[in-house]
């Protein structure tokens, strides 16, 4: 009797240290699962409280409690990493906040706390990841979720979409200064994902991001994995030629 031979990506990731952002829910923890089922180092970071459960439910997975926002969170994230499984390979910019408002209704305060968590966040990690990959001379991966809002504008987005054209932007010059030390960068613009992401201002969050099905061809919104799969897709040696890329992962959103 022959057994059935793992799939390919079943241990891909050993030996490799990953920092995920946003990881305590949604995206971000499926991520974290998957990364951790194919033999990676995880660090999770996230400002939730609910990030403390990782450890039970995936053993050996490192968590660190910090707000994106601040510079300092990012230093001591990768520093984490670095302590505690020699250095980083993978990192995956996960964290992010939305906004729904007219532009004429958009505060200043608004627009300053989305681009705080989706670009100056972002930039913070992508750094401090980008110095340390450098240091090891290994190279590297960093993946960024983004949205179908990176490349087209969405009414009531101005912040939001901003904030992702930002991050697309980024994704790009990250990926031209790391292609001769062999780090990749890539952003994944995905359409909508039935999470609880908007629970501090709905709390109907999954039903009414659901609703959203019929903007999509597919017919249906994003489930979590399916996010998740396409970014560690994107930081897996499978997408090894891949850098620079905004990959739409959004139904059939942006085709027309």
């Not at 004429?104 to 992508?126: I, K, P, Q, Y």
């Not at 930002?166 to 292609?179: I, S, Y």
């Not at 249906?220 to 040696?237: G, H, K, M």
């Amino acid at each position: 009797m022959t057994s059935t031979p793992p799939p390919p990506e079943a241990a891909e990731f050993a030996g490799k240290t990953a920092l995920v952002t946003g990881a305590a829910r949604g995206v971000g923890k499926e991520t974290v699962a998957l990364l951790h089922e194919r033999g990676a180092r995880v660090v999770a970071l996230d400002v939730r409280p609910e990030l403390a459960s990782l450890r039970e439910e995936f053993p050996g997975v490192l968590t660190v409690t910090g707000d994106v926002t601040e510079e300092e969170t990012a230093t001591r994230a990768v520093q984490s990493a670095v302590d505690a499984f020699g250095g980083l390979d993978i990192l995956v910019n996960n964290a992010g906040r939305t906004l729904n408002k007219p532009v004429t209704r958009t505060t200043a305060e608004d627009w300053d706390s989305v681009m705080s968590v989706n670009a100056r966040g972002a930039f913070f990690f992508a750094r401090e990841a980008f110095r340390t990959m450098e240091e090891g001379g290994g190279g590297g991966a960093i993946v960024s979720t983004g949205s179908y809002a990176s490349t087209v504008g969405l009414p009531e987005g101005a912040a939001y979409s901003a904030s992702k054209g930002a991050l697309a932007q980024l994704t790009k010059v990250l990926a031209l200064e790391g292609g001769p030390l062999g780090i990749r960068a890539n952003l994944v613009a995905a359409g909508v994902v039935e999470t609880d992401f908007l629970d501090t201002f709905r709390p109907d969050s999954r039903a009414y991001l659901a609703s959203f099905a019929g903007a999509h061809p597919l017919g249906r919104v994003a489930q979590p994995r399916e996010i998740a799969e396409v970014l560690c897709f994107l930081v897996s040696p499978r997408s090894a030629f891949v850098t620079g890329a905004v990959l739409a992962a959004d139904g059939g959103f942006t085709a027309a």
